[in-house]
């Protein structure tokens, strides 16, 4: 089992950064992706941003260049996901995922606004 924790959302104006934080618990070392994932009101969740175990990176191609996925070095069980130049279509309830024995585990999402 895994638990995970993010942190980090908010309003923020068009243009402006944000910094989501995802602290991971439990089984973390038989985790091979962990990644981020979000979901605006009347559409799908979607990926934005995964890492993998050996520090391969996937993004979408609507935040590529404005958005990076990184670990926490000290703490390997810490990954970020640093937002820069947001946009109102960023706008969504984001979800920290974690892959462990081939089953998904989510975080409780938290919000970010990006006001035009």
């Known amino acids: 089992q895994v638990q995970l924790v993010e942190s980090g959302g908010g309003l923020v104006q068009a243009g402006g950064s944000l910094r989501l934080s995802c602290a991971a618990s439990?089984?973390?070392?038989?985790?091979?992706?962990m990644g981020w994932y979000r979901q605006a009101p009347g559409k799908e969740r979607e990926l934005v941003a995964r890492?993998?175990?050996?520090?391969?990176?996937?993004y979408a191609d609507s935040v590529k260049g404005r958005f990076t996925i990184s670990r926490d070095n000290a703490a390997k069980n810490t990954v970020y996901l640093q937002m820069n130049n947001l946009k109102p279509e960023d706008t969504a309830n984001y979800y920290c995922?974690?892959?462990?024995?081939?089953?998904?585990?989510w975080g409780q999402g938290t919000q970010v606004t990006v006001s035009s």
């Open positions: 439990g089984s973390i070392f038989s985790i091979d992706f």
């Open positions: 890492l993998g175990s050996g520090g391969s990176t996937n």
């Open positions: 995922s974690a892959r462990s024995t081939g089953i998904n585990y």
